[in-house]
């Protein structure tokens, strides 16, 4: 009798333990608002980790020549986001494709996408919540664009030999 009371008793303290822990992290999901917000910001800010970190002298990386380079990629990427700012700020909007020539440096490139993220961040957070409920575009387009090309990059840097910055140990 004495061998089924102790794994009786044990499973018990696991059952215990595990719904305590369970209580303890059980937050509300996030509104519908602050779920576009969260993830539109965090690709771009991953994408502009990018822009930074990828070497200039390889800026002009093409994985195929027929393909885009790394370079045009980014400032692809930003014209997505420059058109999801306007269309946040309420004014009329086209998707208009930015010149990558325009772009012609590192810097260049690092400064348009740090702009096109800061603009659509703040007509991301000036949009009212209520106005998810009824619609989360362009949020939602621009953002699967936006991951879409992340994936692309990721693939100039494995092909370059280079860790992405995502995928990298973090430092504590």
Not at 141 to 155: I, Q, R, S
Request: aromatic share 8%.
């Amino acid at each position: 009798m004495h061998s089924i009371t102790r794994p009786v008793g044990l499973l018990a303290v696991t059952i215990f333990a595990c719904t305590s822990l369970l209580g303890q992290d059980q937050r509300p999901a996030p509104t519908t608002a602050q779920s576009a917000r969260g993830h539109f910001i965090s690709i771009n800010r991953r994408v502009l980790e990018m822009a930074k970190d990828f070497p200039a002298e390889k800026y002009d990386f093409r994985l195929k020549p027929e393909m885009r380079s790394f370079a045009e990629v980014m400032v692809h990427i930003a014209s997505g986001t420059v058109y999801a700012a306007k269309i946040g700020k309420g004014e009329k909007a086209k998707w208009d494709e930015l010149d990558a020539k325009n772009y012609a440096t590192k810097e260049a490139v690092v400064a348009l996408v740090e702009k096109s993220n800061a603009d659509a961040e703040a007509a991301l957070k000036a949009v009212p919540d209520e106005a998810f409920a009824k619609s989360i575009e362009p949020w939602i387009g621009v953002m699967e664009h936006t991951a879409e090309h992340y994936g692309l990059l990721v693939a100039y840097y494995r092909a370059n030999g280079i860790v992405p910055p995502a995928s990298r140990p973090r430092k504590n």
